[in-house]
């Protein structure tokens, strides 16, 4: 076999994907350029929605979005807002990590992969948002890994929208905002682009902002009119929620294009066996006071960046906007308001971030090293240890936090401070690790923690030890403590690429997400009929299991008497069969206590009541 040959078996494909709250995507290079890779129905986005069916199988993406509403308990969005969080979430009848949902998504975009570039190992560049913690980075990182993916690169989103701009813009130099706003997240970073180098001079947001939150807004506006006209709050009855917040996130939309829009909703919930529905409009400006405080917000963290980086307004000279919340008028407005210039057009605040991934991604493989573009980026928060501050002259207070890596600072970046003991013969020294801004450390977010021994007694402040700071590209953060005159050390890496503390839950995570896609090739093209999955059984929680079925008895007792009184009313033969049918099918269903058959006899019910008009 000739090098050459050598080189090319041994070649692992990178691709670059966008792990979204609301839609995911991956793309790649090819011939030079970005280019998203499409799902089997040629779409470009998936939605970050799982489903595991009856059938305990896992559906992902379109399918199980139309499940939201049909089987609440079975199915889960937005799981990345749940990501770095110690918490189990059930599906059906088992448990999962928020890593095990979004690796279920990840493979989903995996199948695609394999499909446009073949079978073998794939690397990936995955985004998250800038804001993001360090175990949220890390149960990203994990969730890749789960999917097959090696993942040995993670860039900020902001980071990659930037790079999908600046890649076509090579031989401009300018300072451009990138305003991030998706559907779980919101970033904001200032980026100069200067002789094809992008340096990332700054970034912040909110990781818990996002589309999400104007949905439930509106959520909580429709409530209140159901509260007013029914005296019932349909946010009590997770279908009912599900049915408004499906609603909501239309309404939203729909507001982009219209001053107006009419909500027309005949059932939301029962009560007392009687559909209870929504009939009302939403207007652009009542949509726009509900979201207007959390938008100001975005435009404060505009403010402070630009304080961070000490530019002027007429300083930016470009703003891109990114994720799919961004399309909002009234946020174009505020942006043309602040800059007093209009934002890019000629992105598509979808895709942005996917094929910037892939920009990395081939800066990283080298496909794309001819460029000649480079890009650098920052801490997004700061990071340090805690400390004992002097407050009161010879008085002292522990828990002080002292910041070796400031926020903003570029990465990757090593950073060394010298601290002395505090108490006579003391012969250890317990490192504390935290991110975040405030001067005590009980107000930031703790990291790790190891503990030093070796130091020779002696008075305080006699013994020194140095604490060293190295955080790279990936936002792996590795800390060193060293006794000065000893030379005794640790070194604590603080965020992995995977934690495999471990390796038989690890073992467990993987085999859940390979398991549930092991028929991938298969159900791609398979269409699901959500109303099948209805007749086969009751989804709710085995402690929900018996209250709901005394709801199903009092509902079903309710529509009998409904039924029974349309039959004494009715002289029409054919409403008399259909009424009767239904009564019939309610009575076996008690008889047989068949909970599953009873909740289908209650909704042929109400659908004959309605469409006889009783």
């Given at each position: 076999m000739s090098k050459q040959e050598n080189i090319d078996s041994s070649f692992r494909p990178i691709v670059g994907i966008d792990l979204g709250t609301t839609n995911s995507?991956?793309?790649?290079?090819?011939?030079?350029?970005?280019?998203?890779?499409?799902?089997?129905?040629?779409?470009?986005?998936?939605?970050?929605?799982?489903?595991?069916?009856?059938?305990?199988?896992?559906?992902?993406?379109?399918?199980?979005?139309?499940?939201?509403?049909a089987m609440p308990e079975r199915s889960i969005a937005a799981v990345k807002r749940q990501m770095g969080e110690q918490t189990s979430i059930k599906l059906g009848a088992s448990f999962y990590s928020p890593e095990e949902i979004s690796g279920m998504i990840l493979e989903k975009l995996r199948g695609y992969v394999d499909k446009q570039l073949g079978e073998g190992e794939k690397e990936a560049v995955i985004t998250v948002p800038a804001y993001f913690t360090d175990e949220q980075r890390r149960a990203t990182k994990k969730a890749g890994e789960l999917a097959g993916f090696a993942v040995e690169r993670i860039i900020n989103e902001p980071t990659a929208a930037a790079l999908a701009f600046g890649f076509q813009h090579l031989d401009e130099d300018r300072h451009l905002l990138v305003y991030d706003l998706g559907g779980g997240t919101f970033d904001v970073s200032i980026v100069e682009m200067m002789d094809g180098i992008l340096e990332v001079k700054a970034s912040t947001g909110n990781n818990r902002l996002g589309g999400e939150d104007f949905d439930w807004l509106l959520v909580d506006w429709f409530a209140e009119k159901m509260i007013e006209q029914f005296a019932i709050d349909p946010r009590t009855d997770v279908r009912a929620k599900a049915v408004l917040k499906e609603e909501a996130e239309k309404v939203k939309k729909q507001l982009s294009e219209q001053d107006v829009v009419e909500v027309a909703l005949p059932v939301v919930m029962m009560k007392e066996g009687k559909p209870l529905g929504l009939y009302t409009e939403v207007t652009k400006d009542q949509f726009v006071a509900l979201i207007e405080p959390l938008l100001q917000e975005t435009m404060d963290k505009i403010s402070q960046i630009l304080a961070d980086t000490k530019l002027h307004v007429e300083e930016i000279d470009d703003i891109l906007l990114v994720g799919g919340s961004s399309r909002i008028p009234r946020i174009h407005e505020l942006i043309q308001d602040y800059f007093h210039k209009q934002p890019r057009s000629d992105v598509n605040p979808d895709e942005a971030v996917a094929l910037g991934a892939a920009v990395q991604a081939g800066l990283k493989s080298g496909s794309l090293a001819k460029s000649g573009l480079i890009v650098t980026d920052v801490a997004p928060f700061s990071m340090g240890v805690a400390v004992v501050k002097e407050t009161w002259g010879t008085k002292f207070r522990p828990g002080a936090f002292k910041a070796i890596i400031p926020?903003?600072?570029?990465?990757?970046v090593t950073r060394t401070e010298t601290f002395g003991t505090v108490a006579p013969n003391q012969t250890e020294v317990m490192i504390e690790v935290y991110q975040g801004e405030n001067e005590w450390v009980k107000d930031n977010h703790f990291l790790n923690e190891f503990l030093l021994k070796g130091i020779p007694p002696g008075p305080a402040g006699n013994e020194a030890v140095e604490v060293t700071f190295r955080y790279n590209l990936n936002g792996i953060l590795e800390v060193t403590a060293k006794s000065v005159s000893t030379g005794e050390s640790m070194t604590v890496t603080i965020q992995d690429s995977l934690d495999r503390s471990s390796e038989e839950a690890f073992q467990t995570s993987l085999e859940k997400v390979e398991a549930s896609h092991s028929d991938r090739d298969e159900g791609d093209e398979e269409q699901i009929d959500l109303f099948d999955f209805l007749e086969e059984g009751d989804f709710d929680t085995e402690d929900e299991a018996e209250e709901d079925y005394g709801d199903l008895i009092e509902e079903?007792?309710?529509?009998?008497?409904?039924?029974?009184?349309?039959?004494?009313?009715?002289?029409?033969?054919?409403?008399?069969?259909q009424l009767r049918e239904v009564l019939s099918r309610i009575d076996d269903a008690i008889k047989a206590e068949d909970d599953a058959a009873l909740d289908k006899a209650i909704e042929q019910a109400m659908d004959v009541l309605i469409d006889l008009d009783f």
């Open positions: 995507s991956v793309a790649f290079i090819q011939s030079g350029k970005p280019h998203i890779i499409p799902g089997p129905k040629g779409e470009k986005l998936t939605p970050s929605v799982v489903l595991i069916d009856p059938n305990e199988k896992v559906v992902v993406g379109e399918d199980a979005q139309a499940a939201l509403i926020r903003n600072t570029t990465i990757p079903a007792t309710s529509l009998k008497e409904r039924c029974e009184q349309a039959l004494v009313n009715t002289t029409s033969k054919t409403e008399q069969k």
